[in-house]
């Protein structure tokens, strides 16, 4: 930390502390080979997110009930489903729609579960009494039975799965974020910026925010992994996304029916890729876990 001469501010040190922090983890990934293969795996991931329209090599709303059901071949790699659509190009197609729905879920929840975590750490008093309440009242619920409830009550859209995911997923940030809050409202580097004649509104978001930012991008990480898994068992039961639109839940659900017949391949590989997405961010989040761990630092 240092202090300008006016005593008007307190600013921590970036150049040592990023670079140490970058080569902190660079040190992790390149040790661990778990940990690098979901890197390489989510670099994967989100490859095909971008530029999924660009590299299938069918369209994946295009049906031929002539070539339903056909196994995987050398034109079908991953085959063709009960009206002839290409699995692999459904597939691709479905990763830039299920990582939207994560990415924007954890995003709204970490920008209003976050805030109200530290708000209600850092105040006390009836603002924490207020978010506790509103964070036990959601965990009295069964989640995903909740989450069926909002897409249930307001629409099986997009958008609502993505309201619906941020709001079970709420109480988890707050109390994370109230946690770390309540140990740091009283430490040295607060008390300094109170003194200096910074709000604390100011001092909640500019100081305590970046302090246990680490923490929340862990928590972040593995609540990407649960918003695609809720997001997929709400299109299976029929309140997810609609069909014909490829999603990774649907694909499931329309291929259960055909797995006793014998034309597993229409289940099987939609449900490598949600497995696939979900075990990326569970393992980034360990390395994570790492990377931001003081007693792991050399």
Do not use: K
């Not at 979901?38 to 709303?61: H, K, N, T």
């Amino acid at each position: 930390m240092t202090v300008d001469a006016d005593y008007e501010s307190v600013v921590p040190t970036e150049r040592g502390g990023l670079s140490a922090t970058f080569a902190h983890a660079r040190y992790i990934v390149a040790g661990n080979g778990v940990t690098t293969f979901a890197f390489l795996l989510l670099a994967l991931i989100v490859f095909v997110a971008l530029f999924g329209p660009y590299i299938v090599p069918f369209d994946p709303l295009a049906s031929s009930t002539g070539n339903a059901l056909r196994p995987p071949s050398a034109r079908n790699w991953f085959g063709t489903d009960q009206l002839g659509r290409d699995v692999f190009s459904r597939v691709l197609m479905a990763t830039r729609l299920d990582l939207a729905i994560s990415v924007f879920s954890v995003a709204l929840v970490f920008a209003v579960g976050g805030i109200a975590g530290i708000a209600a750490g850092y105040f006390g008093g009836w603002t924490d009494s207020i978010i506790g309440r509103i964070a036990d009242t959601i965990m009295a619920f069964p989640l995903f039975v909740l989450a069926m409830g909002i897409v249930a009550a307001l629409g099986n859209t997009v958008t609502n799965i993505v309201l619906a995911t941020a709001i079970i997923n709420f109480p988890l940030y707050v109390r994370l974020a109230r946690a770390e809050a309540a140990v740091r409202r009283n430490a040295g580097f607060v008390q300094a910026a109170r003194l200096t004649g910074n709000s604390e509104w100011r001092i909640a978001l500019t100081y305590i925010l970046p302090n246990i930012m680490p923490l929340m991008v862990v928590q972040m990480s593995l609540t990407m992994g649960y918003a695609i898994l809720n997001a997929a068992g709400l299109s299976f039961i029929g309140l997810g996304v609609r069909p014909p639109t490829p999603e990774w839940g649907i694909m499931v659900a329309e291929g259960a029916s055909f797995i006793v017949s014998g034309e597993w391949w229409v289940a099987l590989f939609p449900g490598l890729a949600l497995m696939l997405g979900v075990f990326c961010f569970n393992l980034i989040g360990d390395g994570l876990r790492d990377i931001v761990d003081p007693q792991r630092r050399t």
